[in-house]
C-alpha cells in the first residue's frame, strides 16, 4: 500500500501509475505531450495531481465518465486506474500523436476493455446522439478556458450527473463564509486541510467573482447549475468548478467553437 499526498493507493494500482508515468516520460522524449520532462513531476503533478481531488467520490459499479481534450490521457487515464473496475471512460481528443499514444498506453496498461479513444473535436462529438445527456460524469483538466470546458463538457452528462473542471478554486470561493465550522463538523475537509481553504483567498477576488458569477448563471443554459456548499460536500468534491445536470441539453448547444471563443475573448475583457 502506498501513502502519497494524502492518497492512498493499493500497490498493484500504484505499479500501474508509475508505470503510465514512464511511458509519457519516454514518449515525451522524442514527441511532446507535456511539458513536464521528469517521471516524478509526472507522477506527482499530472497523475496525482488527477486522482487526489476526486479520491473520496463514490464510484459505484457501472459508472461512466467521459474526458474531454485528454491529451496525454490526463485526469482520465489515472482515475480509471484508481478506481480500479468500477467505471468505464471515454478519451476525447483532436490531436493524432496524442491519440497513437493513448492507444499504446491503454494496451501496455491492459485497460483496453474500460476505456474508449475518441479522436475529434469536442463540440462536434457532443453533438452525437451516442455521447450527449448519458455519462455519469465528466471530466476537464487543462483542456481550455473554463467556460469552453464548462459549454463542451456539461452537454455529455446525463440528468442527475455532474461536469468537474480542475481549477484553482477553493470551499472559500464556492461560498463557506467560516472555515472553523467547516474544519469541525466535516471529517473529510478536516483531512483535507484547514490551513489550504485559507490559499489564495483574496487573491484575484475580482476575477474569481466575474468568472464564477459568469459561468453559474450560463450553466443554466446548458441544462445545469453551479453546486451549492451542501451539493458539493454531498459528491464529496471539495475543490475545482463543479456542476449539477437538471435536465438535457438545448439542442443549440454547443455553441460554434468561434462564438464560445469570443465571450471567451469578451470575459476576459471584463476581468482586465
Not at 37 to 58: A, F, R, W
Request: charged share 25%; aromatic share 10%.
Amino acid at each position: 500500500m502506498t501513502i502519497s499526498n494524502t492518497v492512498i493507493i493499493p500497490d498493484e494500482i500504484n505499479r500501474k501509475l508509475k508505470e503510465y508515468a514512464r511511458l509519457i516520460y519516454e514518449h515525451n522524449k522524442t514527441t511532446n505531450i507535456t511539458g513536464l520532462k521528469d517521471t516524478e513531476y509526472i507522477y506527482n503533478e499530472l497523475i496525482l495531481g488527477s486522482i487526489t481531488p476526486l479520491k473520496h467520490v463514490n464510484v459505484p459499479r457501472g459508472t461512466s465518465f467521459i474526458d474531454i481534450g485528454t491529451g496525454a490521457g490526463i485526469p482520465g487515464i489515472p482515475l480509471l486506474l484508481y478506481f480500479g473496475g468500477n467505471m468505464k471512460g471515454v478519451l476525447v481528443d483532436s490531436n493524432n500523436k496524442k491519440i497513437k499514444f493513448l492507444l499504446d498506453a491503454i494496451k501496455v496498461l491492459g485497460i483496453n476493455d474500460i476505456v474508449t479513444v475518441i479522436q475529434g473535436r469536442v463540440e462536434e462529438i457532443a453533438k452525437e446522439k451516442a455521447y450527449r445527456d448519458s455519462f455519469d460524469f465528466a471530466v476537464s483538466r487543462a483542456f481550455a478556458h473554463p467556460l469552453m470546458a464548462l459549454e463542451y463538457g456539461l452537454p455529455f452528462v446525463k440528468p442527475g450527473g455532474w461536469l468537474y473542471i480542475y481549477y484553482s478554486l477553493n470551499l472559500y470561493e464556492i461560498g463557506f463564509e467560516n472555515n472553523k465550522t467547516v474544519c469541525s463538523n466535516d471529517e473529510v475537509i478536516a483531512e483535507y486541510g484547514c490551513d489550504k481553504l485559507h490559499e489564495e483567498k483574496n487573491a484575484n477576488k475580482r476575477d474569481i467573482t466575474v468568472l464564477t458569477d459568469y459561468l453559474t448563471k450560463h450553466s443554466l443554459n446548458l441544462g445545469g447549475h453551479r453546486v451549492t456548499i451542501e451539493e458539493a460536500k454531498k459528491l464529496k468534491l471539495y475543490e475545482g468548478l463543479i456542476f449539477l445536470k437538471d435536465g438535457y441539453t438545448p439542442a443549440n448547444y454547443p455553441r460554434k467553437h468561434a462564438v464560445v471563443k469570443r465571450d471567451v475573448e469578451s470575459l476576459r475583457n471584463i476581468r482586465s
